[in-house]
């Protein structure tokens, strides 16, 4: 099956620590971006990258860093940095040209920090 | 799973009926328009998509228009189901922008009644 993959579903961490969140594509999209999800609220750009090695800042990349070493992997690291980490975190990725601007969107990690 | 609608739009409606949902989109130079379907604690779902130099598509159920005189976009899904419960998201493309990010709106919760 192709796709996107989240891992873990649920995340449970301490204040103060960082936290890596993965994102796993097979669909061999060039273009990947990670989005925050707050409740009562649409999805807000964190970070995105539109080819391996590359990377761009969203609306909200303040607290957060990624790397994209691999064509099919966008780690996204929560900082200690970040003032309000708790929230649902989705990725997602696509072609990375005009023939589809489709987002093809993964089942999401929720992290708590406590 | 949490919901992520508690604050958002609702519209309510009987099983069976038509729904509209509409969204207001911000950019005039906007070129691709998509709706998405997400339900609680799940990833956005594509439903379809329209690019600008169309006013009106249809998938099975569904259909979205484009106005873009006043910048308006609606979804409609013939003969509501339970199964169509869920959020729903509109997002806009800039023409021009070197990058394929989208641009979501805040959401409309449908909830169908049975």
């Known amino acids: 099956d192709g796709g996107i993959t989240q891992s873990p579903k649920y995340l449970f961490r301490k204040e103060g620590q960082n936290v890596t969140l993965s994102c796993e594509q097979n669909l061999n999209h060039d273009a990947m971006y990670w989005y925050r999800q707050d409740p009562g609220q649409g999805l807000r750009l964190i970070y995105y990258?539109?080819?391996?090695?590359?990377?761009q800042k969203g609306d909200i990349a303040e607290g957060y860093s990624v790397s994209r070493e691999k064509k099919e992997s966008f780690p996204l690291t929560v900082t200690s940095a970040q003032k309000n980490p708790t929230a649902f975190y989705l990725c997602?990725?696509?072609?990375?040209?005009?023939?589809?601007?489709?987002?093809?969107f993964g089942p999401g990690t929720r992290l708590t920090v406590t | 799973g949490e919901s992520v609608g508690l604050h958002l739009p609702t519209l309510s409606v009987q099983e069976g009926d038509n729904s509209i949902i509409n969204c207001a989109y911000s950019?005039?130079?906007?070129?691709?328009f998509i709706w998405y379907k997400q339900e609680s604690g799940k990833g956005p779902q594509f439903i379809i998509d329209i690019r600008s130099n169309m006013d009106k598509r249809q998938g099975q159920r569904v259909t979205v228009l484009l106005n873009k005189t006043v910048k308006h976009l609606s979804l409609q899904i013939a003969a509501t189901q339970p199964g169509d419960s869920a959020v729903y998201f509109c997002a806009e493309r800039n023409y021009g922008g070197a990058t394929n990010k989208l641009i979501f709106g805040t959401g409309t919760l449908l909830a169908v009644q049975p």
């Open positions: 950019n005039s130079a906007s070129d691709y």
């Open positions: 997602a990725s696509s072609i990375g040209h005009q023939s589809s601007y489709e987002q093809y």
């Open positions: 990258s539109q080819i391996v090695n590359d990377f």
